[in-house]
C-alpha cells in the first residue's frame, strides 16, 4: 500500500471512499453536461431511435459512429457467434481478422492494400503520422486548422479545433494541450475567396522549405468536420497533397468522420476532392461503436514502417470487433445505405436550408449527405454567440430530438445521424426544429 499522507488534516475533512465516488462520479466533466442542465440517461436503443431510463424517446440526429443505427440484430448475431468461437488476437493470423482485413481493403482505392488494426480513430491517426516519418525519415506533419484528429498525444498534437479561436484556447486549462501544434498552417478554407487559400497553403510550404522544415507529410480531414462540416474548395486536397508529395511528403486522409458512405455520393470522404491519400485512417463507423480502427496504406510504406517489434496492439482488430467490422460492410450494402444517405440527405439538406431563409437565428448549411452542418448566427456570423446554439440542443431535446453544437465557436449544428434514418424522421426533427425556432 501507499504510505499514509504526512498530515491528517486531509483525512479529518475527507468524505467516506463511498461519498467520493459518488461524487467524482457526479462532477466528472461528461460532454453533454456543458449542453444540457439534466442531461438524459440512455438505456436502449433501435436504429435512430433512443430511449432514456424515464421512458422518453429521442431521435438520434448526431451519432455518426453508430452508423447502422442501435440495436443492429445481425451485428448482436456475428458478435454472439464469434464471441463463442474465438474472441482474442494474440501474434496469428486467424480467419475474422483477415476475412475482415481483406474486406475493407477491397473498398480502398487500388494500391492502398496494407491494413493494419487498431482500436480507435486516435490510434489511427497515431499511427499514420508515425507511417508518414518511418516512410520519409522525417519528423515534420503539416495539419490543417479547425480539425479534430483524436486525443492520444501524438493525434492531440495536430489537432487545431481550438487553434483558431484565441478566446476559446484561453478557457483550456494547460493541461488539456500538453503539446503545441508544429507547423500547423492555420489558414483558412471557406468563403468567398477559397481558391485563395489553395495558393496561400502552397506558399507557406515554399516558406516553410526555406526555414528547412523537414516535412515528413499531411494529415486533414477530407471535410472540416469540427469546423462544422464545411467542405473543402474544389481542387483543394489534390493541389496540397501534390505539392507535399513534389517535397517527398506523405498524404494522409482522417476519414473517422466522414467515410462509409456517410457522403452518400462516396464511399470515403477523399473521393469528394477526387485525391487519393498514401494513408487512409478510418475509426468509429467502421465498428458501429465497438473499438475499431485501421491504417489502409501502401505495402511500401507498410513495409518501411513494419520494423520488427516496431508494433503490437494487443486487443486491436480483436476478431469480435472485426466481425462486427465485417457485417458493417454487409449491411450497408444489403440496406442500400449509402443511397439512402444520399436521397434522405438531400430532403434534410433541403428542409435545413428552407429553414434558413425564414429564420434569420440561422446561417449558412454546409456539408452533404447526412453530415450536415448549420450556423446558428445569433449575435452576428463573426462573433455568434454560442448559448443560442446551446438554447437551440437544450429545447430540441424537450422536444425528444438529439444535437449537439460544433466548431470553433461552438455555434454549429452538427446534424450526423445513423444511415438508417427515414423521410418521417427527418420530417419530424424539421418540424421540431422549426417550432423551437419559431419560440
Ligand atoms: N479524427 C476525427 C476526424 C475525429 O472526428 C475523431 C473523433 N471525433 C478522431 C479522429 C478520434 O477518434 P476516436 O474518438 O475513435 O479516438
Known sequence: GRPAPASSSHAATSPAPGDLLAARVRTFPLVQEHYYDAPPRIERGWRHHLLDTDGRGYLDMVNNVAILGHGEPRIAAAV???LRRL???????YAAVVEFAEALAARAPEGLDQVLLVNSGSEAVDLAIRMARAATGRTDILALTEAYHGWTVGA???????GDNPAALATRPAWVRLLDAPNTYRGRHRGPDAPLYLRDALDRLAHWDAEGVELAGVVSEPIFGNGGGVLLPDGYLAGLWDAVRERGGVCVSDEVQVS????GAHFWGFEQQGAVPDIIAVAKAM???HPLGAVITSREIAEAFAVEGSFFSSAGGSPVSCVVGSTVLRVLDEDRLQDNARVVGAL???GLRELCDRFGALGAVHGMGLYLGVEVVRGGPDAPDPRAAREICAALLEEGVIVQPTGDHKNVLKIKPPLT???????RFLRALEGVLAR
Not at 474472441?87 to 493470423?93: D, L, V, Y
Not at 462509409?260 to 457522403?263: K, V
Open 260 to 263: 462509409y458512405g456517410r457522403l
Open 348 to 350: 434534410l439538406g433541403d
Open 421 to 427: 434514418i427515414d423521410a418521417p424522421a427527418v420530417e
Open 156 to 162: 492531440d498534437a495536430i489537432s487545431t479545433s481550438l
Open 87 to 93: 474472441n482474442t488476437n494474440s501474434r496469428f493470423h
Open 287 to 289: 465498428g458501429n461503436g
Open 80 to 82: 454472439d457467434r464469434q
